[in-house]
C-alpha cells in the first residue's frame, strides 16, 4: 500500500510539472507571436518610424499590473487615419492582447544595445530598436522572456 500511495504521489507531481511546462511554452509561443506582430505592424507605418526617438509612437513603456487596461483606439478601414493614430490602434491591440494573455504583462519597445535581457534600455544613438515581452508568473523572475530586433530600421 505505501509503495502505491508513493507511486501515485509520484506520477501526480509529474503531471503537474508537465502542465506548468506546457503552461510555460504556450505562454511563450505567445509572447514571440504577439511581438513579431508588433514589429511587422511597426515596419508597415514607415512614416511613424521616420520620426525621431522622441516623436515615435512605437516607443513605449506598458505594465499591464502597474498601468491597467489600455485607453481604446481604433483605426480600421480607416483611409483618414494618421500615421501617429494607426500606432496608436497598434499599440492598443498590443496591449490589451497583453493584459488580458499573460499574467502581470509587461513590454518595452526602446533601443537597447545589450545583448542580456534586462528591461532598461541602453538608449545610444545607433542602438538597434527591440520589443522586449516577458510576464510575472511564479518565478519571481521580472526580465524580458523574449527580445526581437526591429529590422530595417535606422538608429
Known amino acids: 500500500m505505501l509503495v502505491l500511495a508513493v507511486g501515485i504521489v509520484g506520477a501526480s507531481s509529474a503531471q503537474m510539472a508537465a502542465q506548468r511546462t506546457r503552461h510555460q511554452s504556450a505562454l511563450m509561443s505567445a509572447a514571440v507571436h504577439l511581438a ?6 511597426m515596419r508597415a507605418n514607415p512614416v511613424a518610424m521616420a520620426l525621431g526617438d522622441a516623436d515615435n509612437p512605437y ?33 492598443y491591440e498590443v496591449r490589451e492582447a497583453l ?7 509587461r513590454i518595452v519597445v526602446c533601443r537597447d544595445a545589450r545583448t542580456k535581457l534586462a528591461w532598461e534600455c541602453q538608449g545610444a544613438a545607433g542602438a538597434p530598436l527591440v520589443v522586449k515581452l516577458g510576464w510575472r508568473g511564479n518565478t519571481g523572475v521580472d526580465a524580458p522572456i523574449v527580445a526581437l530586433v526591429v529590422p530595417g530600421v535606422a538608429g
Do not use: H, K, M, W
Open 99 to 105: 493584459r488580458t494573455g499573460f499574467p502581470n504583462g
Open 59 to 91: 516607443l513605449i513603456e506598458y505594465d499591464a499590473a502597474a498601468d491597467g487596461p489600455p485607453a481604446p483606439a481604433s483605426c480600421y478601414g480607416d483611409a483618414d487615419c494618421s500615421p501617429g493614430e494607426i500606432a496608436q490602434a497598434d499599440l
Open 36 to 41: 513579431a506582430s508588433l514589429v511587422e505592424r
